[in-house]
Nanobody, 122 residues
Framework: VQLQASGGGLVQAGGSLRLSCSLS????????MAWFRQAPGKDREFVAIISRSDGSTIIYADFVKGRFTISRNNAKNTVFLQMNSLNTEDTAVYYC???????????????WGQGTLVTVSS
């Protein structure tokens, strides 16, 4: 399984970005998909999860506070993270991950993308 994340970049505070992550090598719809992030000097942390198949179950970290939306398109083997109202604390490398269980812990995910850098300027 390979995951390829994209969509990061530099954005001003208050702006938006849409991250994408495509999966290849296995059947995308069978995987729970998640986003994590790692800010400079900090541990990697959970951002959002979407359940496999129809994506009917979604869980967000508390800090998302309605600003981010995770979604999936099984026909395109892609998971998205729409990020709005970005602030400087959102600056981090964002990683997508694929697993078989619906849990926010990093250990639950078998496959990881390479990360995409999001930088929010004040």
């Amino acid at each position: 399984v390979q995951l390829q994340a994209s969509g990061g970049g530099l954005v001003q505070a208050g702006g938006s970005l849409r991250l994408s992550c495509s999966l290849s090598g296995r059947t995308f719809s069978t995987y729970t998909m998640a986003w994590f992030r790692q800010a400079p000097g900090k541990d990697r942390e959970f951002v959002a999860i979407i359940s496999r198949s129809d994506g009917s179950t979604i869980i967000y970290a508390d800090f998302v506070k309605g600003r981010f939306t995770i979604s999936r398109n099984n026909a395109k083997n892609t998971v998205f993270l729409q990020m709005n109202s970005l602030n400087t604390e959102d600056t981090a490398v964002y990683y997508c991950a694929a697993g078989l269980v619906l849990r926010p812990g990093m250990g639950s995910y078998d496959y990881w993308g390479q990360g995409t850098l999001v930088t929010v300027s004040s």
